[in-house]
């Protein structure tokens, strides 16, 4: 993508352990390109990605890298059951969204879920509460199985994770001004650039490589090996490389 002159919304794909390589991004727009950022009317995300839009909103990304550091020391990685994600997410937004952060969210956080009736995906951006923006993470960050077997709900209507219905939300009519940020390599604007590929995965409205390099990656998003550890580790920085690429190639990078 060309910035002309910056993109409507941004949109962060389901990711998860690799939503590090997402975090590298962001910190990479939060310090050589902020008006990217500022300009955006509504920042998406799903699953993990969601927790990375609501990072880029109310800056608390350097906690969430910090358990996402923590929990790949574990043996069982997410599968561990001494992590109780849902637990640690829901008391780290408590104590770091403002008691008003629905006024700043409200139209300009997309949180993307799953509805459990139908598999439709959903875009959740209007906020009444603190609790409204908690409630919705949770959603669409839950897998089923994995997270438990009970979905968390949004208003009395169950969800799940955001992903499993589109990898990449979107809000409608809007694909050609939404800046894509995704861990995996295939069209997303900022993704890691692999060697062409002859076979393409469609997810949703992604289309990923088929190859041995990205399905390692998303292995890794959702069970990493203790190689896959430094995968994860190394994600970040590549996230922060690849932003800086994509800065150049716009003209908008004012770095050294």
């Not at 969601?50 to 990072?55: E, G």
């Not at 709900?153 to 050609?176: A, C, K, V, W």
């Not at 062409?196 to 390692?216: D, I, Q, R, Y």
Request: negative net charge.
């Amino acid at each position: 993508m060309v910035l002309d002159p910056f993109p409507r919304d941004i949109s962060f794909s389901g990711s998860g352990f690799l939503a590090t390589y997402q975090l590298g991004v962001a910190l990479c727009f939060f310090m050589y390109a902020p008006w990217i950022l500022r300009s955006a009317v509504c920042i998406l995300g799903a699953s993990a990605g969601s927790l990375i839009a609501t990072a880029v909103v109310f800056a608390i990304r350097d906690e969430i890298l910090q358990f996402a550091k923590h929990v790949t020391s574990f043996i069982l990685g997410p599968f561990d059951p001494s992590i109780k994600v849902a637990n640690w997410l829901e008391r780290l937004l408590h104590k770091y969204l403002p008691p008003d952060a629905h006024r700043w969210a409200r139209g300009r956080l997309g949180i993307a879920v799953t509805r459990v009736t139908d598999g439709k995906q959903l875009i959740l951006s209007d906020f009444n509460s603190k609790e409204d923006i908690v409630q919705a993470l949770l959603c669409s960050c839950f897998v089923p199985g994995l997270s438990g077997y009970l979905p968390p709900t949004f208003r009395g209507e169950h969800y799940i994770d955001g992903g499993l219905s589109n990898i990449q939300p979107m809000l409608p009519d809007s694909s050609d001004v939404t800046l894509t940020v995704s861990p995996f390599s295939g069209d997303a604007d900022i993704c890691p650039a692999d060697p062409p590929c002859s076979l393409e995965m469609v997810v949703g409205t992604a289309v990923l490589k088929f190859s041995k390099m990205n399905n390692f990656r998303i292995l890794n998003g959702l069970y990493p090996t203790d190689l896959g550890v430094r995968t994860i580790e190394q994600a970040f920085y590549n996230g922060f490389k690849d932003a800086i690429r994509f800065l150049q190639i716009n003209g908008e990078f004012n770095g050294d």
